[in-house]
């Protein structure tokens, strides 16, 4: 088995001795179920769960495994194994766990790491009812905060009467962040995804329910691997026909994940997590008359002269306003 073709990298190896000169194995988690794991390791692919001492020393969920991760395997007969040990990961996207109460009237704050070790996230979004900008950067706040890079795939291309017109205003809120126009149902539209594919290396696929995540990964694999659900005439909403996370080797090179769509994803960080999602506010920010202008109300603020003037969208700033109270307010609760 080539674990460097599912990931395995000297930053992996330097962490690994102790678990070696106890016998265990190095394995990538390739899949997750609600009660156990399948695991890629040197002697093939296994079931696993994970020791009780791993769940009693983890503070928290974000300590236990998650698809992606590297961790310490003991295997066992009949293709079997415990994991022993989580690797330190190299990246990781996570989100504040919604609906969890901890005390009456009290929201509970929990850190759900999503995915782990992806070098690539592709934000994938339909460009039919779906389309929403103030999504696309709720999402490109997750990845800029993740230590992994970002990629904009803008799907469905033929249900949209002007889809060159979304592309543009998608250009206008990435920055830096590439964004590119297909129909996920034609493997050829896709051969733009060839530039980012290598061995070993990881992407993810990110996005709500419906938008073409599992199209886009049974175009690459060439056969269909992963169920595809019709998106709901009357709401325009997908069905969660993928259950659960799952790395998939693709032919072309390099490593899918493959993710259930997320009708809520509410952010787990700080303040400056926005620095990349918006930089252009925080750009037109640096000339603001006060240093600790906060772009509302202040006189001499340049964010709010910009958008005046026309060169910031007021619902842009709207947005960036919103997840800046959100995430202070975790900060402040956490």
Not at 190 to 197: D, G, I, R, S, V
Request: aromatic content about 6%.
């Amino acid at each position: 088995m080539n674990l460097e073709a599912w990931g395995w990298t000297p930053f992996f190896t330097d962490q690994f001795p102790p678990f070696a000169q106890k016998g265990y194995l190095p394995a990538r988690v390739i899949r997750g179920e609600k009660n156990y794991f399948r695991v890629i390791c040197a002697v093939g692919e296994l079931t696993v769960r994970f020791a009780g001492k791993l769940r009693h020393r983890a503070d928290g969920r974000a300590d236990l495994p998650v698809v992606g991760d590297w961790v310490a395997v003991e295997p066992q007969p009949d293709e079997r194994g415990m994991i022993h040990a989580l690797l330190e990961r190299k990246s990781s996207f996570a989100r504040n766990l919604p609906g969890r109460r901890k005390g009456k009237g009290q929201e509970r704050i929990e850190q759900q790491v999503i995915a782990a070790n992806v070098d690539l996230v592709l934000i994938v979004s339909g460009l039919d009812r779906d389309f929403n900008l103030r999504r696309i950067e709720r999402y490109l706040t997750l990845v800029g905060s993740s230590g992994a890079n970002a990629l904009i795939v803008l799907n469905k291309s033929d249900l949209n009467e002007n889809p060159l017109h979304c592309l543009e205003q998608v250009e206008q809120i990435a920055a830096d962040t590439p964004a590119h126009l297909c129909m996920a149902h034609d493997p050829r539209q896709l051969e733009f995804l060839t530039q980012y594919l290598q061995p070993g290396r990881t992407l993810a696929l990110l996005g709500s329910s419906g938008v073409g995540k599992s199209t886009i990964l049974n175009s690459l694999l060439g056969e269909e691997r992963q169920k595809i659900g019709a998106v709901s005439e009357a709401v325009g909403k997908g069905r969660h026909t993928t259950t659960h996370r799952e790395l998939f080797m693709l032919p072309q090179g390099g490593i899918l994940m493959d993710n259930p769509g997320m009708r809520e994803l509410h952010l787990w960080g700080d303040e400056d997590d926005l620095s990349e999602s918006f930089a252009d506010i925080e750009e037109l920010g640096a000339s603001c008359k006060f240093s600790d202008c906060r772009h509302r109300v202040e006189p001499g603020c340049a964010v709010l002269a910009a958008v005046t003037e026309g060169g910031l969208n007021e619902e842009r700033l709207a947005s960036y306003h919103k997840l800046k109270d959100e995430l202070a307010n975790l900060q402040r609760r956490h």
